[in-house]
């Protein structure tokens, strides 16, 4: 797997000659999943707006790590999701309980009662912080963000299981309460799971018809 992290020793001695992983990944053409995430969630914005703006439709997305950002301010039309995560910069690790309670007075704040609300969170679950273990979202963060009466989607972009992997053995060591903690997290019937590039896209498309339908 590709990390976006920072430079390490390539245990040959040599220099790394980028300033990250990521942009080391950019200058060579591999996508990471960040840009998977983006270039998916592409599909549902394109399926909110299939013939251009609608004053009917506002959406707003947002980005976190261990900060949250609003990286599209609320729109009733099309925009680009990956030129809106190129705005946001994150850091390494995920801590939720830093921009929760942003999130939930920004959609107090635009709740106006008129129209259904709907959340839609793609994550794979995991909070850590700089390699220093975690566990999985607590579900109060998941309450939290159903208490004013919207919608939340979960798309659970699941974290690559590799038992082999000291990381996975020795930090993230509860992959089975990790996916059950993704599975009531969101509104009943609002659940999904993805793992490669595809998958995520007919996740997020499927999503899409579920909020034109309504249900």
């Known amino acids: ?27 060579n053409g591999i996508e990471l999943r960040s840009d998977a995430l983006a270039n998916a ?37 099309p925009f680009s999701v990956p030129n809106a995560m190129a705005n946001f910069s994150g850091t390494w690790g995920t801590q939720p309980a830093n921009f929760m309670n942003s999130l939930v007075t920004e959609l107090n704040t635009n709740n ?19 390699g220093s273990g975690g566990g999985p979202w607590p579900s109060t963060y998941c309450d939290d963000l159903k208490a004013n009466g919207a919608t939340l989607a979960v798309i659970n972009v699941k974290y690559p299981y590799l038992p082999t992997q000291p990381y996975m053995s020795d930090i993230i060591n509860g992959y089975d309460s990790l996916q059950e903690a993704m599975k009531s997290c969101p509104t009943t019937g609002w659940y999904f799971e993805a793992e490669d590039p595809d998958q995520i896209k007919a996740a997020f498309a499927a999503l899409a018809e579920k909020i034109k339908d309504g249900n």
């Not at 990390?3 to 980028?18: E, N």
């Not at 008129?114 to 700089?130: E, L, S």
């Open 112 to 130: 106006t009662g008129n129209r259904p609300q709907f959340i839609v969170m793609a994550t794979d679950g995991w909070t850590d912080k700089y």
């Open 1 to 27: 797997a590709f990390a976006c992290h920072w430079p390490a020793d390539d245990r040959t001695g040599k220099p790394f000659p980028y300033a990250n992983y990521y942009e080391a990944a950019v200058k």
């Open 41 to 77: 969630a592409q599909v549902l914005v394109d399926a909110l707006y299939p013939s251009g703006p609608n004053r009917d439709i506002t959406t707003t997305a947002w980005a976190f790590s261990d900060w949250f950002s609003k990286i599209q301010p609320a729109t009733d039309g």
